[in-house]
């Protein structure tokens, strides 16, 4: 038997100390069980998110000298780590074997991720197959490329993640060189559904090369915007034999399995499973991912503004259930010491709740009493710290000032924008001052649909420090409020589930509401998969949902239409969205995902063509 082992580790770019802590900590609980073959995370020493720094030199040699500090720590063990190598003026990412505390040689990466949210060819170069140079560190040679390793009944290869992803990969040659062990090391960020198609990866690989195949992921929110899941799998010969508990608060996770290599006929018993719905994975990544951004900024709790509507109350709960998924995983002195919060002296989940989150109802004469009571029940139930006040002196204020420099009054039938576009960004100087108050995090509200078509208030809405859900559309935070309400057992959501979205800025009888002034949000979220996802034409993006009678083909051609027209307006607005987390298969961060040019000619003659159709 051969004891296999995969960790996840929740490492920071550039956090030479904390990460070293990890990796350290990994390696000695792998001893402590016996563990013979440890596989790491992908460049798990510097942080897979260095981003432009990779381009340097320096990071490599600091990347050598944190190296130099694993090795001692290897005895009587073989561990795979990731790690940036400047070889021969060009740069690598790559996996280090250390057996025993001697290095053994160098795994290159040979297919570099470069769409979505991944730019690795901008840093590195791609390995060869089948390619092994010389490399010389410290006065010692070693393999670089893509090596093999044979150890007794063992003969193990490599991939690391996007190496395994490809039609043409390593494994394929790996097979026919009868490797029976396949170690992948990866920097695999969070999606939705995204582990049922990686758990089927390394199923299938086991089977189709006839091995034993472990995979390790890196863990958290490790530089801002991507979430790693911390997902560990080891399958063998077709079938998965050990599985971890992924998006952990933990900061360190070690899995493992024994495997009979000369023995080709064992069975294991199936790992447990865990709920993978969409929903909870929504639940999981998001509090995972505001915890290790709250921390890792060194700030001292969340600023919101609660309007009582569905996106603010879902960033609500995802905060409130952050506290208490931490405190149930690392218990009260943990999850506070870890997040520099020490100096919350309660155990109570609803005070610690208070001591960190802080919401604001900043009301207008344009606002309800019901969206008021939506918001003060929320925040009480929660635990949140509630305010709440009027701001039509401030908006008063400036309006007055317009209209004596232009010297007439703005009405709403020629100046509707201007007057909902004063209310929002009104709000935002006085909840800033909160956030600055308390050294706090402001969140931001917008969601994916409002980016689409740039329904949000620059400088208002959008005005933060970070924004949670901007990578969702509407229609799904619609049904996951609904969602948790009954499984999380939040009765106050009863009252934002009962309402229209409406951004509440226009006066109550005109009865404003979001899908009014836009289109339908389930329509946005088709017509958004073909035209932002998978880049298509007004006329395709027509073609193919006319078919699927969601609507009347001319209601279709104008929901279409005003899409199209929205999107390229509002280029500007995208760029200036707060950071956001990653969480659907695409978002339309330009800075992340979806590139699109700030001036254009707006789909003029696409939008004529649809339209005569």
Same mark, same amino acid.
């Given at each position: 038997?051969?004891?296999?082992?995969?960790?996840?580790?929740?490492?920071?770019?550039?956090?030479?100390?904390?990460?070293?802590?990890?990796?350290?900590?990994?390696?000695?609980?792998?001893?402590?069980?016996?563990?013979?073959?440890?596989?790491?995370?992908?460049?798990?020493?510097?942080?897979?998110?260095?981003?432009?720094?990779?381009?340097?030199?320096?990071?490599?040699?600091?990347?050598?000298?944190?190296?130099?500090?694993?090795?001692?720590?290897?005895?009587?063990?073989?561990?795979?780590?990731?790690?940036?190598?400047?070889? %021969?003026?060009?740069?690598?990412?790559?996996?280090?074997?250390?057996?025993?505390?001697?290095?053994?040689?160098?795994?290159?990466?040979?297919?570099?991720?470069?769409?979505?949210?991944?730019?690795?060819?901008?840093? /590195?170069?791609?390995?060869?197959?089948?390619?092994?140079?010389?490399?010389?560190?410290?006065?010692?040679?070693?393999?670089?490329?893509?090596?093999?390793?044979?150890?007794?009944?063992?003969?193990?290869?490599?991939?690391?993640? %996007?190496?395994?992803?490809?039609?043409?990969?390593?494994?394929?040659?790996?097979?026919?060189?009868?490797?029976?062990?396949?170690?992948?090391?990866?920097?695999? +960020?969070?999606?939705?559904?995204?582990?049922?198609?990686?758990?089927?990866?390394?199923?299938?690989?086991?089977?189709?090369?006839?091995?034993?195949?472990?995979?390790?992921?890196?863990?958290?929110?490790?530089?801002?915007?991507?979430?790693?899941?911390?997902?560990?799998?080891?399958?063998? +010969?077709?079938?998965?034999?050990?599985?971890?508990?992924?998006?952990? /608060?933990?900061?360190?996770?070690?899995?493992?399995?024994?495997?009979?290599?000369?023995?080709?006929?064992?069975?294991?018993?199936?790992?447990?499973?865990?709920?993978?719905?969409?929903?909870?994975?929504?639940?999981?990544?998001?509090?995972?991912?505001?915890?290790?951004?709250?921390?890792?900024?060194?700030?001292?709790? /969340?600023?919101?503004?609660?309007?009582?509507?569905?996106?603010?109350?879902?960033?609500?709960?995802?905060?409130?259930?952050?506290?208490?998924?931490?405190?149930?995983?690392?218990?009260?002195?943990?999850?506070?010491?870890?997040?520099?919060?020490?100096?919350?002296?309660?155990?109570?989940?609803?005070?610690?709740?208070?001591?960190?989150?802080?919401?604001?109802?900043?009301?207008?004469?344009?606002?309800?009493?019901?969206?008021?009571?939506?918001?003060?029940?929320?925040?009480?139930?929660?635990?949140?710290?509630?305010?709440?006040?009027? &701001?039509?002196?401030?908006?008063?204020?400036?309006?007055?000032?317009?209209?004596?420099?232009?010297?007439?009054?703005?009405?709403?039938?020629?100046?509707?924008?201007?007057?909902?576009?004063?209310?929002?960004?009104?709000?935002?100087?006085?909840?800033?001052?909160?956030?600055?108050?308390?050294?706090?995090?402001?969140?931001?509200?917008?969601?994916?649909?409002?980016?689409?078509?740039?329904?949000?208030?620059?400088?208002?809405?959008?005005?933060?420090?970070?924004?949670?859900?901007?990578?969702?559309?509407?229609?799904? &935070?619609?049904?996951?409020?609904?969602?948790?309400?009954?499984?999380?057992?939040?009765?106050?959501?009863?009252?934002?589930?009962?309402?229209?979205?409406?951004?509440?800025?226009?006066?109550?009888?005109?009865?404003?509401?979001?899908?009014?002034?836009?289109?339908?949000?389930?329509?946005?979220?088709?017509?958004?998969?073909?035209?932002?996802?998978?880049?298509?034409?007004?006329? %395709?993006?027509?073609?193919?949902?006319?078919?699927?009678?969601? %609507?009347?083909?001319?209601?279709?051609?104008?929901?279409?239409?005003?899409?199209?027209?929205?999107?390229?307006?509002?280029?500007?607005?995208?760029?200036?969205?707060?950071?956001?987390?990653?969480?659907?298969?695409?978002?339309?961060?330009?800075?992340?995902?979806?590139?699109?040019?700030?001036?254009?000619?707006?789909?003029?003659?696409?939008?004529?063509?649809?339209?005569?159709?």
């Amino acid at each position: 038997m051969t004891k296999l082992a995969g960790a996840t580790l929740n490492q920071t770019a550039l956090n030479w100390e904390g990460n070293h802590k990890h990796i350290a900590e990994a390696i000695k609980t792998a001893q402590k069980n016996k563990v013979e073959i440890l596989c790491l995370p992908e460049l798990c020493i510097t942080g897979y998110g260095c981003e432009d720094l990779f381009l340097g030199n320096w990071i490599y040699d600091r990347a050598l000298q944190e190296l130099e500090k694993v090795r001692p720590l290897c005895t009587d063990i073989i561990v795979a780590i990731g790690l940036p190598i400047k070889f %021969e003026g060009r740069n690598y990412n790559t996996t280090c074997i250390i057996k025993d505390t001697e290095i053994l040689g160098f795994y290159v990466k040979q297919n570099l991720a470069n769409d979505g949210v991944h730019y690795e060819p901008r840093w /590195f170069t791609p390995g060869i197959s089948e390619k092994v140079d010389k490399i010389t560190i410290n006065d010692k040679t070693y393999d670089f490329g893509d090596i093999v390793l044979e150890f007794g009944d063992i003969k193990m290869g490599f991939e690391i993640c %996007e190496d395994a992803w490809r039609e043409v990969r390593p494994a394929c040659k790996l097979y026919e060189k009868g490797v029976n062990l396949i170690l992948n090391p990866s920097a695999s +960020h969070f999606a939705f559904d995204k582990t049922i198609a990686r758990e089927e990866l390394v199923v299938t690989s086991s089977k189709n090369f006839h091995c034993t195949y472990l995979y390790a992921n890196l863990l958290g929110n490790e530089a801002g915007r991507m979430i790693y899941d911390g997902e560990i799998l080891i399958a063998r +010969h077709g079938t998965l034999i050990q599985r971890n508990n992924w998006l952990s /608060f933990q900061d360190v996770e070690l899995i493992y399995a024994d495997v009979d290599f000369s023995n080709e006929n064992e069975t294991y018993p199936a790992p447990s499973e865990y709920a993978r719905d969409k929903n909870t994975e929504f639940l999981k990544a998001e509090t995972l991912a505001l915890y290790d951004y709250l921390r890792k900024s060194r700030s001292k709790g /969340f600023i919101l503004s609660l309007s009582g509507g569905a996106d603010s109350s879902s960033i609500a709960v995802l905060v409130a259930e952050m506290v208490r998924r931490g405190v149930a995983e690392l218990g009260v002195d943990l999850f506070l010491s870890k997040a520099g919060l020490s100096s919350i002296d309660s155990r109570d989940i609803n005070e610690i709740v208070s001591a960190i989150f802080t919401c604001a109802y900043q009301g207008t004469v344009n606002s309800s009493e019901d969206t008021f009571n939506s918001a003060k029940e929320l925040a009480s139930q929660l635990g949140a710290t509630f305010y709440h006040w009027l &701001i039509d002196e401030e908006v008063s204020s400036y309006t007055k000032k317009i209209e004596k420099a232009i010297d007439r009054p703005l009405t709403w039938e020629q100046d509707d924008i201007t007057l909902q576009n004063i209310q929002a960004r009104a709000r935002s100087p006085i909840i800033w001052m909160l956030a600055n108050i308390n050294n706090a995090l402001l969140l931001t509200t917008s969601n994916r649909s409002e980016g689409d078509v740039g329904y949000a208030t620059m400088d208002g809405d959008t005005s933060g420090s970070i924004s949670p859900i901007a990578a969702v559309d509407k229609h799904f &935070i619609i049904g996951w409020l609904k969602w948790a309400e009954q499984e999380l057992g939040y009765s106050a959501l009863s009252h934002v589930n009962s309402l229209q979205p409406s951004a509440e800025l226009r006066p109550l009888e005109n009865k404003q509401t979001d899908e009014t002034d836009l289109m339908p949000y389930h329509i946005i979220v088709e017509i958004e998969k073909l035209a932002i996802k998978e880049h298509q034409s007004p006329l %395709e993006v027509f073609k193919a949902l006319s078919l699927l009678n969601l %609507e009347t083909d001319d209601l279709l051609k104008q929901h279409i239409t005003r899409f199209y027209t929205l999107w390229a307006r509002n280029q500007w607005k995208r760029e200036r969205i707060a950071p956001s987390f990653h969480v659907d298969d695409f978002n339309v961060d330009p800075r992340t995902w979806c590139r699109f040019p700030i001036l254009s000619g707006s789909f003029k003659e696409e939008l004529e063509a649809l339209n005569n159709y």
